[in-house]
């Protein structure tokens, strides 16, 4: 059964034109115009029961706006739209009861009270009995290792022990789907880890799908077996994450180190039958940027015979590069090799990598 | 019935986030008190310079008043949501209560609910007792009864017609002046409403039906006078429904056009 069936879903928004001026503003205030703004046009996709699925574009590019209509907090303009079996903004409060939402950005819990007195009112309006919430709250205690925050008042809380909490509120009520808006934002590498291991947890154990926004690549690295891009409110990509990196990747960067001085002019030379370029760091370092038209180990072998090398290190194109490259262009139909993202941007996105490396 | 549960949480919660502000609780209820204590003595002076305002005696008009506090108490701690547009519209907190299964309406008053006003309404019930032995009238079983319904009547009215402001938040980006408007206008309706003209009058009783919330059902109570609205006093359940299914519809088609905030 498909967890999520959307198709030709469209939602616009009436924007009211702001005339510039005191006189523009006069005139607003008799008639005003509007522009219709299509923050989300026509898409289509399908997400089968137990999928993690990752959603990302550039802000403003619907995102939000689609897990809005999803949840059923937005009416749709146009189009087909079923989740869980419902159409969410016409059943909302028998639909809601199945689903889970985290909003990174927002708050779920009540900002005086104790964590706990949140749980217990979620308790009441989700009507879960309480046998089964008191079952499901120790196991979410105690996989996130909530123990003694439970008293504490949510103001009094860290971001990352919120967002935990946020987690578990939302899971209160077993939901089948979970839709979860940049739940990562602003938190630490230990904290992200320890979400999407527990993301990954219960998907395996319990089924559940999970529906993730992030701009963050690597949650999606780390859960998702498919993506979704989307960009101007349209779909760009959708399919797994490896093919991404397949078709996307323009190709690998060579760090020679040399035992002697090398110029770029020497290091061309070695190169000239091949359609690879140099970058030099330093004296001793130079980067060699090889598309993946060209043969590998022609160049490898090429410089390796040629010069005297120290070390020499690989760099595979990451995720973080290639989503860029394909926001830039504004487009993933465009093959690999022919997007019009200029070389040394290329280059300049590796050396940042081998800063970090 | 789980609605009610519902209530009952929430308040309970109330309770226990404003245990930590005592003082900031003691301080409304004392600014809400002083407030009506105003629109009293503003009473009291109106009738050092007149006997009868529109064939209405003083303790009449105080009784009237008193009756009025009593629905308003209720109505401003159900229904506490001025700052609706503001809080769950432009900063988009109606995303978070339309991904809970309960009516919208219903869990933004709980959200919002506010008992320090219902002092005004013992208030108001203690204002109404001294007129009433004031005017020696006598008290009967039903009147208690007919109390009890026309003030939930007028509870209904009061939410109504502020369920219907609030609703225009989701027509428009900042109807920030029509409050402050009704606001004035719901004054008028705790006064005898034969004082205005013809056309205040039909407003304030068919329109905007204050009236229904002060004078016409607190005449219940009273001698009759020569306009005779008392007649109309058992018609204020009536409104109540009639205002409050139209709140409700305004509300329920404003929800379908919200449009969430930012990101």
């Not at chain 2, 003691?26 to 204590?37: A, K, N, R, T």
């Not at chain 2, 519809?249 to 930012?262: D, L, M």
């Amino acid at each position: 059964m498909l967890a999520i069936d959307v198709k030709d879903l469209r939602k616009q928004f009436k924007v009211q034109k702001n005339r510039a001026g005191l006189g523009g503003a006069f005139k607003d205030l008799f008639k005003r115009e509007y522009t219709e703004v299509t923050a989300v046009n026509d898409i289509t996709f399908q997400i089968p029961q137990g999928e993690i699925c990752g959603y990302i574009g550039e802000n403003g590019a619907g995102k939000s706006t689609t897990i809005k209509m999803l949840t059923g907090i937005l009416v749709p303009t146009s189009g087909e739209l079923k989740v869980n079996g419902y159409v969410p903004h016409r059943d909302r409060e028998k639909f809601v009861k199945g689903i889970g939402v985290v909003f990174g950005q927002r708050s779920q819990l009540w900002w005086d009270i104790g964590v706990i007195e949140s749980f217990h009112l979620l308790r009441k309006v989700y009507n879960v009995p309480l046998n089964d919430f008191n079952r499901r709250l120790d196991q979410l205690v105690e996989r996130l290792q909530l123990g003694e925050l439970l008293n504490r008042p949510v103001r009094k809380l860290s971001l990352g022990q919120r967002m935990r909490c946020e987690l578990v509120a939302s899971l209160l009520h077993n939901p089948a789907i979970v839709f979860l808006d940049e739940p990562t934002i602003g938190l630490d590498i230990v904290v992200k880890t320890e979400i999407r291991d527990f993301l990954l947890e219960m998907n395996r154990q319990e089924g559940t799908t999970i529906l993730l926004t992030t701009h963050d690549l690597q949650d999606i690295e780390a859960l998702c077996s498919r993506v979704i891009m989307l960009d101007d409110g349209s779909i760009i990509y959708d399919g797994g994450l490896e093919e991404l990196k397949t078709t996307w990747s323009k190709g690998r960067e060579i760090q020679f180190q040399f035992g002697e001085s090398m110029s770029v002019s020497r290091l061309e030379q070695l190169t000239h039958r091949l359609n690879v370029s140099w970058t030099r760091e330093n004296e001793y370092t130079a980067k060699l940027f090889v598309p993946h038209e060209v043969n590998f180990s022609e160049a490898m072998g090429v410089v390796v015979g040629g010069a005297n090398i120290r070390d020499i290190k690989i760099f595979e194109t990451n995720t973080d590069d290639i989503v860029r490259g394909i926001y830039q262009t504004g487009s993933a139909d465009a093959g690999g090799g022919q997007t019009e993202q200029p070389q040394a941007e290329a280059q300049q996105a590796g050396e940042k990598e081998s800063v970090l490396s | 019935m789980r609605y009610m549960n519902l209530m009952l949480e929430y308040l309970k919660n109330y309770v226990k986030s404003r245990m930590t502000y005592r003082a900031d609780f003691w301080i409304e209820v004392f600014s809400d008190l002083l407030q009506q204590g105003m629109n009293l003595v503003f009473i009291l002076i109106v009738f050092q310079h007149t006997p009868l305002l529109g064939g209405w005696s003083q303790s009449e008009v105080i009784f009237v008043y008193g009756f009025f506090m009593v629905p308003y108490g209720v109505f401003s701690t159900f229904f506490n949501i001025w700052n609706f547009g503001e809080r769950y519209i432009v900063k988009g907190e109606m995303d978070r209560v339309l991904t809970r299964p309960a009516h919208s309406l219903y869990q933004v008053l709980l959200e919002n609910i506010d008992p320090p006003s219902l002092f005004g309404s013992f208030v108001g019930m203690i204002v109404m007792a001294v007129c009433w032995m004031d005017m020696g009238l006598a008290l009967h079983a039903v009147d208690v009864l007919v109390f009890v319904v026309l003030v939930i009547g007028a509870v209904f009215i009061y939410g109504g017609i502020y369920t219907a402001l609030s609703a225009l938040s989701f027509y428009s980006d900042s109807p920030t002046g029509i409050v402050p408007l009704m606001y004035n206008i719901q004054n008028y309706g705790r006064y005898p409403v034969n004082i205005y003209n013809k056309l205040i009058r039909f407003v304030l009783t068919w329109l905007l039906p204050f009236a229904f919330v002060g004078i016409i059902p607190a005449s219940y109570f009273l001698e009759p006078k020569e306009d005779d609205i008392s007649r109309l006093a058992l018609l204020t359940p009536v409104m109540g429904l009639i205002v409050f299914s139209i709140g409700l519809t305004i509300w329920n088609r404003g929800v379908k056009r919200y449009r969430g905030a930012g990101s």
